[in-house]
């Protein structure tokens, strides 16, 4: 008798095992598998609304001469951009960073802005997202290194004066991280940034799951510490900004529903650089920042740009990501 409930007992612990070593491709949460938005889901979708937005593939639907980027990561990643030259060179250049479950044929506008103020604009699809290839995301090492990449394939190009990083959401991480490597980056533009990823990987893990959060909560932060390679609670972009000194520009939703205004200006009071500045669109929500903020919102970040970038590019460098090696 004892013999059987031991051996049901070692047969519950082992189906619970093998539950929680597949739950990650069973659970497939979209933080880590996101969304591919590309031109065929844009159809898709399109084709299911009445709305009457002109549909847009790429900039050139929108009068803009544009060249692609395709750069290979370390791990044999294939990583696809697009990059808009500004009409008087040289010129600052700005690199948009998405959130995760988006990409580049979402900010097509946002390109045509920063070219029609005289920027040179970029984006490209993080892995995992849109045309660029792999299946799973995270905001740490890997992306860090892709945005080297893609900004080594735009400094190669001729007319860029300074080099910005442009991050929205998690792409705000991404960016913050990428800067304090990369001496090349001359300027931060910090959309929605949260405070500490542990925190927003609790909240996210609560909203997918409810009261199952801590049964599955574990689950994912073990499979994002594995992707991110270093711990989710190193990833705090308060005590990161610490570490920068290039001008800073934080742009807040005033109801955003993902990050909390109060974790983006604990960021913001965090960041050690002299010049920083702080724009509050009140009425929009995480999602509709720009379109929110309209033509005010562009101004202000060229605005910006114009005042703190220095008027001619310095010579500078990439350094080894070592932040996290201890």
Known sequence: MIGRI?????????????????????????LIYPVRIDSAYIAYH????EGEDTLLFNPSDLGLAYSDITVTANDG?????WFVSASDTPAN????????NESKILYIDQLKQFHDRGLNAAVFDL????????????PGIPAIEDVKLMAD?????????NLVFMGCGLGAAIALQAAVYDERCMGLVLQSPFKNYEKYLEKYAYAKWGEMKNLWFPVLKRRTESLLHYPVKDLDLAEIAAYTSVPTLFII????????????????????????ELILVREAGHGNIAKTGGETYYNKITAFL?????????????????????
């Open 153 to 161: 394939s735009i400094l190669f190009k001729k007319g860029t004066r």
């Open 253 to 276: 939703a005033g109801n955003d529903e993902i990050i909390s205004t109060s974790e983006s200006l604990q960021v913001f009071d965090a960041s050690a650089t002299e010049k920083k």
């Open 306 to 326: 114009i005042t703190n970038l220095p008027k001619k590019q310095k010579s500078t460098r990439y350094k080894k990501l070592a932040l996290h090696d201890n």
């Open 93 to 100: 250049t700005i690199l948009i960073i998405h959130d995760y």
């Open 127 to 138: 892995r995992g997202h849109g045309s660029s290839g792999g299946n799973e995301f995270s």
């Open 46 to 49: 399109a084709s299911l609304s």
């Open 6 to 30: 031991f051996y049901f007992i070692s047969s519950l612990f082992f189906l619970a095992g093998i539950f929680i070593v597949l739950s990650p491709a069973l659970l497939t949460p979209d």
């Open 77 to 81: 990643v294939p990583l696809k951009g």
